[in-house]
């Protein structure tokens, strides 16, 4: 019999198409020699490696699967690949990506005027203009639509008073697509760092997600012209379909960082002797391994038929409920068991299971905590809301 390959039992590789494994490797290989370097030092620093960004453009992976204004066009298997490669290095890294393609280059080419999408969009994909997205705010993450954010009418613009809680990239990004009620409901706005009266706000002391800025955006009476206002859409399905574009990336990128925690615990368990025999002679230790890529392997295949419904169009939000919550849950479990493996030896940055351990605490709450997720396949079972 042929050996397998350890983090892909399933062969899920040789499902994907020759762009598809292009794409992967590409990045997968950006990741170990470029970004695996850097990121315990961030990591402790509290920072995000911006220096990192030109080269990530190059890679052709912000707005990826946008075609035209310099974006690679690619499907969304290769979109979800490229998270899984992002977050096998760390989940701050995929999020930059996440927020930059689904979050802020998305909502301008779905929603946005031709005028805004050629703005903005060119210079997003060269990564020399970045994005933020402002969802959600200090009172009440899990339920946006009671936002307190208002943007009134003024002639031609716009004045918009609130605040937004917890954004990815809010004080290194030079513009926000900000959701805010209005007497029409709630719309989508570009805002620009420089209008006066839009304030940003570090967010310090985060024991998880550090290499990833995240602050609070504050808006006092700031004005914004009609021709930033993404024209397309109005009501929560504005943000939503944001959303379910994220969450489908973080269906993938959660595999990586459990790929890289069991990868770890491989090496060491195999290296380490107690009681006369490498570590990984013992049984119960072989049982978690199993387990773990059990686990992995159930969600590869998951993710893979979710990239299937994507592509061809089928796709329904309860299906990405479902995948983002199982495979965020199914990493956390990983690498908590693999920070545990390791010993002492797991608790400081040498190792790298702490710090997807610490990191996904983030990712099991942001795009939707896990028990929303619950909650929006047990209403597709039951017919009844219980939110
Ligand atoms: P409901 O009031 O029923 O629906 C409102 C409208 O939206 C439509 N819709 C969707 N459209 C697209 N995609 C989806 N997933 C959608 N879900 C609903 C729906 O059809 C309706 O349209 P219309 O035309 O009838 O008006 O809303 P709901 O009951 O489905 O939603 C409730 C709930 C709790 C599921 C929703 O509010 C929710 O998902 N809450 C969680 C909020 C959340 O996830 N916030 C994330 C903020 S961003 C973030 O965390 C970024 S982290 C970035 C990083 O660093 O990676
Ligand atoms: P709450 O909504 O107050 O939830 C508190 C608890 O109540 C949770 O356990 C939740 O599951 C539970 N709960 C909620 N409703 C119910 C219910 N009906 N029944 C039972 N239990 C329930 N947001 C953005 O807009 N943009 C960003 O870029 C962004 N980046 C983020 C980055 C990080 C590092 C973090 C931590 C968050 C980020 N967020 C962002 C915010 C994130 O989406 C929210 O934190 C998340 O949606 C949860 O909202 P909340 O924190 O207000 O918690």
Not at 21 to 33: L, N, T
Request: charged fraction near 25%; include cysteine; proline fraction near 3%.
């Amino acid at each position: 019999s042929r050996e397998l390959d350890k983090l892909d039992l399933f062969d899920v590789n040789a499902m994907l198409n020759d762009e598809q494994r292009m794409v992967k490797e590409s990045i997968g290989r950006w990741v170990d020699e470029r970004f695996l370097p850097l990121v315990a030092e961030h990591f402790e620093a509290h920072t995000f490696p911006m220096e990192l960004v030109p080269e990530m453009a190059d890679l052709g992976l912000f707005g990826s699967t946008i075609q035209g204004y310099d974006c690679a066009g690619l499907d969304y298997m290769s979109y979800g690949l490229i998270c899984q490669e992002l977050e096998r290095g760390d989940s701050g890294l995929r999020s930059f990506a996440s927020v930059q393609s689904s979050l802020c280059m998305f909502p301008i080419d779905a929603f946005g005027s031709e005028a805004q999408k050629q703005r903005w969009l060119p210079p997003m994909a060269k990564g020399e203009v970045i994005g933020c997205f402002g969802l959600t705010e200090a009172h009440a993450g899990s339920d946006p639509a009671s936002m307190k954010t208002r943007a009134k009418k003024d002639g031609d613009d716009w004045i918009i008073n609130g605040s937004k809680m917890w954004i990815t990239n809010g004080s290194v990004a030079d513009i926000a697509i900000v959701w805010a009620q209005t007497d029409d409901g709630i719309q989508g706005f570009i805002i620009e760092k420089d209008m006066p009266g839009f304030d940003t706000e570090l967010i310090t002391r985060k024991m998880s997600l550090r290499a990833s800025v995240t602050s609070a955006l504050f808006f006092d009476d700031v004005r914004v012209p009609d021709s930033n206002r993404l024209p397309k859409v109005k009501g929560l399905k504005g943000p939503l379909s944001c959303l379910s574009n994220a969450r489908f990336g973080i269906s993938f990128g959660p595999i990586g960082a459990a790929q890289a925690c069991l990868q770890e615990v491989l090496n060491y368990t195999a290296e380490r002797v107690l009681f006369d025999r490498s570590l990984d002679c013992n049984q119960i230790i072989q049982q978690k391994l199993a387990d773990m890529a059990r686990r992995i392997t159930t969600a590869q295949l998951l993710a893979y038929r979710l990239g299937q419904l994507k592509d061809s169009n089928q796709i329904q939000p309860t299906q990405i409920s479902l995948a983002k919550w199982n495979n965020v849950r199914m990493a956390l479990d990983i690498a908590r068991e693999c920070r545990d493996m390791l010993g002492g030896a797991g608790i400081t940055t040498e190792h790298v299971a702490i710090r997807h351990m610490l990191n996904l605490e983030s990712v099991i709450t942001y795009e939707g905590t896990e028990t929303i997720h619950q909650l929006v396949v047990g209403r597709e079972l039951t017919g009844k809301n219980a939110f």
